[in-house]
């Protein structure tokens, strides 16, 4: 029984996106892939908005089937999504990580005016947090926010790089130092910027070698300048915004892992079970059902941990006491994708790197990102680390 953790409710909703999902995306994800079609990815936004799919983080928004909606389900639209085209996954997961912090900490008329249209599918959303000189280092970040006293507008100067749907967004959640005279965690801030903001600027998107279709790009601020009320929570108060989005974007990510292991496994076990060599089948040679066997327990140790620290979000529990748990669902879920990817292309051999006999090479590509992005899985053992001695502080 894999799902340990759910309740009847959650398995009706798993079966339920995912029929969503074979009808909506399964039949793009191809063109996704092949063509890195954003029409495509559009259409399956919109749907999943139309839907209502998009609010199930909000439950003061969503009206669908479920009693007690939440960041269990949000992370079950990912896993479900990523099983089927993490580039597509990645896209929707940046929206609700943009969706997350102007729900909880935007003014009303900017919730009304950047949120409602994410929620509803007709607008997508980013979060520039990534710079040149900063990744998980958040400490050495350069973009810098002021407030213009004369003018009642906040004035963005920077560069943010590797930002997920950049150019294609509507909104971006921009966080910059207000205050450069004290610790950066306690002189961040952060804003929202519509896109069509002046001196907003794209450099250039990136080539990945995986994650076709998800668009990524470099973002320039010179002189931005948006209203006093795009404010998110209050000045130089940014960084707690930040730890809070992190954790929600770690339990996401696990989904996303789990989705790909998933898609990974069930394609070394079909072919275990089917492919003859040397008289028998390949899943009764020792070397195999132990490639097998390890997949099957790393997949369940990371839904566990993934899903232990979904529903302890959902329970109220966030921040510092969220940190140790997120971050050891993001670890393991990420990795295990790594695993299941690159054992999965070495079962099917000669068919696992070629295009034209299945997914497993577009997986094996798409896999490698995970223990990059949302955090390093480096990161994320000091963070585990940091919980566990609280006495000391682990020497990055």
């Known amino acids: 029984m894999r799902d340990f953790f759910m309740t009847d409710e959650d398995r009706a909703f798993r079966a339920e996106i995912r029929e969503f999902l074979a009808r909506e995306l399964a039949p793009r994800a191809e063109a996704i892939e092949r063509d890195e079609d954003w029409e495509a990815v559009k259409q ?25 909606p939440g960041l269990t389900h949000a992370t079950m639209l990912s896993e479900e999504a990523a099983y089927l085209n993490y580039a597509f996954e990645t896209t929707i997961a940046t929206a609700l990580s943009c969706a997350f912090p102007l729900h909880r900490f935007a ?6 005016r950047y949120l409602t249209p994410i929620l509803e599918g007709s607008a997508i959303g980013s979060i520039c947090m990534t710079e040149p000189n900063v990744g998980s280092d958040s400490a050495g970040m350069e973009t810098r926010i002021r407030f213009d006293s004369k003018t009642k507008e906040w004035v963005i100067d920077g560069f943010k790089r590797y930002i997920s749907n950049a150019t294609k967004s509507d909104v971006y959640i921009v966080w910059g130092i207000s205050d450069p005279d004290v610790a950066p965690q306690k002189g961040m801030t952060a804003i929202a910027v519509s896109a069509d903001t002046p001196g907003i600027s794209f450099p250039q998107t990136y080539d990945f070698m995986g994650r076709r279709g998800c668009v990524v790009g470099e973002v320039t601020f010179e002189n931005v300048r948006v209203p006093a009320e795009n404010l998110l929570g209050e000045e130089n108060k940014g960084f707690k915004i930040m730890l809070s989005a992190f954790n929600f974007e770690r339990a996401i990510l696990g989904g996303s892992g789990l989705g790909v292991a998933r898609s ?6 079909d072919h275990a079970q089917t492919r003859v060599a040397f008289g028998e089948k390949l899943g009764q040679k020792q070397l195999i059902w132990d ?21 302890m979000y959902d ?43 299945g997914r497993a090479e577009q997986i094996y ?15 994320a053992k000091y963070l585990i680390a940091a919980r566990e001695m609280p006495s000391i502080k682990p020497n990055l």
């Open 291 to 311: 490639m097998i066997a390890q997949m099957s327990w790393r997949i369940d140790a990371a839904e566990l941990l993934t899903y232990r620290a979904a529903k």
């Open 44 to 68: 399956v936004v919109r749907a999943l908005g139309e839907a209502g799919y998009m609010k199930l983080m909000f439950a003061d928004l969503y009206s669908g089937s479920l009693s007690q």
């Open 107 to 112: 003014r009303p008329e900017i919730r009304d």
């Open 315 to 357: 329970a109220g529990i966030d921040g510092k006491d969220l940190m140790r748990e997120a971050a050891q669902c993001k670890l393991v879920s990420t990795e295990t994708a790594v695993y299941c990817a690159d054992r999965t292309v070495q079962i099917l051999g000669g068919d696992g790197v070629t295009r034209q006999f």
């Open 264 to 269: 990974a496994f069930d394609i070394a076990r």
């Open 365 to 379: 590509r798409d896999a490698r990102a995970l223990p990059i992005v949302g955090g390093s899985s480096e990161m």
